[in-house]
């Protein structure tokens, strides 16, 4: 790989403007990493200036995006109108109103027209963990936050049914939170059963084990504890990228595809998936660093690398070889095949996304740099 982007760079002056505008554009991320959606947009614009097009191709790869871009739009459409439930509460002054870039970001993992149900929950699924993220860093203290998740854990029952009345015992300001999280993920499960999903179960679980994880590094910034190596690090922070949960639920909503040896293999954290965990990780803390260092935030890869004496950028550099191997890790792992590749491709779309809205900035929490790429999905036909 060294050897490949040092001779790239190298002829890229004397290469066709139009090769070295393709060479730059790979060097800045290869291909293999890029979220698809976006780049077949990208690739559009590019193969239609191609003497040698197929212009059958062409009109079908036009069709296929425009044909998809009202569906997106109208699961927008339905997103808001759920996401307008809890705005009107005062949870609209901590929780980042990022329904559009949460969909934009969940396109990426699943795209296919025929998953239109599945992205909708999905997106769902994953916008309330960003209500928890948020809730638990900016709106409650670590003992309120334990009380509302011990609150959900207590749900878990038996017959698989969420107890309402468990909201009677949190203090008032929580109870329209807890209704709202409540209700969504009792639709997602009613919805699910209704297709006969085999796996409703683990959509709970999987919701609690991520909130738990917040609670954990939010203790872990009380104590502003700072691990002694990123592989110290790692070991713990790489659940709280919450991607083999995106990854799980989304194997989850593919339904009869989806074994549950599959579940249990990526609730492991087998190596294909932790690589997953591992580009969330660190590609978030490389953009959110100087960000979260102002406020009491839990100490991020970043600055357990610069605790070796090192500058903000060398530390970012030696974590992007850590990113470059966690890729080797995702490749090796559809080779091995372990899965159906229908899944591991799942599990790849999630790193790509991690990738993507983390490239140059935290593009969920301050979105402007995606603005462009948002627009070209959702508004600008092809």
Same mark, same amino acid.
């Given at each position: ?9 190298? *002829? ?45 191709? %062409? ?8 044909? %998809?871009?009202? %569906? ?22 901590? #929780? ?11 396109? $990426? ?11 909708? *929950? ?6 309330? %963990? ?62 699910? @059963? ?9 959509? @709970? &679980? ?8 917040? $609670? #954990? ?21 790489? $659940? ?14 593919? &339904? ?38 102002? !406020?009491?935030?839990?100490? !991020?890869?970043?600055?357990?690398? *610069?605790?070796? $004496? ?73």
């Amino acid at each position: 790989m060294a050897f490949t982007k040092s001779h790239l760079q190298s *002829m890229i002056k004397t290469l066709d403007p139009e090769l070295a505008a393709e060479v730059e554009y790979t060097l800045e991320t290869p291909s293999y990493r890029r979220v698809e959606r976006v780049e077949a947009r990208h690739y559009i614009t590019w193969y239609e200036k191609k003497v040698t097009r197929n212009d059958t191709i %062409l009109e079908f790869a036009k069709l296929d995006y425009n044909i %998809l871009q009202p %569906l997106y739009c109208e699961e927008l459409k339905a997103l808001t109108v759920w996401w307008k439930d809890l705005q009107s509460q005062a949870y609209a002054r901590f #929780a980042r109103d990022r329904v559009v870039e949460m969909h934009f970001w969940m396109v $990426g993992v699943v795209y296919e027209p025929h998953q239109s149900h599945a992205r909708i *929950m999905l997106v769902k699924w994953s916008k309330l %963990l960003s209500l928890m993220d948020d809730f638990c860093d900016n709106y409650s203290t670590t003992e309120e936050y334990d009380i509302f998740v011990s609150s959900l854990e207590s749900l878990l029952k038996m017959d698989d049914r969420w107890d309402k009345q468990s909201a009677e015992k949190l203090p008032a300001y929580m109870k329209a939170l807890f209704i709202f999280i409540l209700n969504t993920i009792s639709d997602i499960m009613e919805e699910l @059963k209704l297709q006969k999903n085999k796996h409703v179960e683990f959509v @709970k &679980g999987l919701f609690i084990d991520m909130a738990k994880h917040y $609670g #954990a590094e939010r203790k872990w910034c009380d104590e502003r504890y700072v691990p002694a190596k990123v592989k110290e690090h790692l070991q713990i922070s790489v $659940g709280n990228s919450a991607c083999m949960h995106i990854v799980n639920i989304t194997f989850i909503l593919m &339904g009869d595809i989806t074994t549950r040896v599959a579940i249990e293999w990526a609730l492991s954290y087998p190596e294909m998936i932790r690589a997953v965990c591992i580009v969330g990780r660190i590609s978030n803390d490389i953009m959110s660093h100087e960000r979260e260092q102002v !406020s009491k935030y839990v100490a !991020s890869t970043v600055q357990t690398c *610069m605790e070796y $004496g090192i500058t903000v950028e060398e530390a970012n550099e030696k974590l992007r070889e850590l990113i470059d191997e966690a890729w080797m890790e995702i490749v090796q792992g559809c080779l091995d095949k372990t899965q159906p590749m229908e899944l591991l491709e799942k599990a790849v779309n999630v790193a790509r996304v991690m990738d993507n809205m983390y490239k140059c900035d935290d593009a969920y929490t301050y979105p402007y740099s995606v603005k462009d790429t948002i627009t070209s999905m959702y508004v600008n036909s092809v």
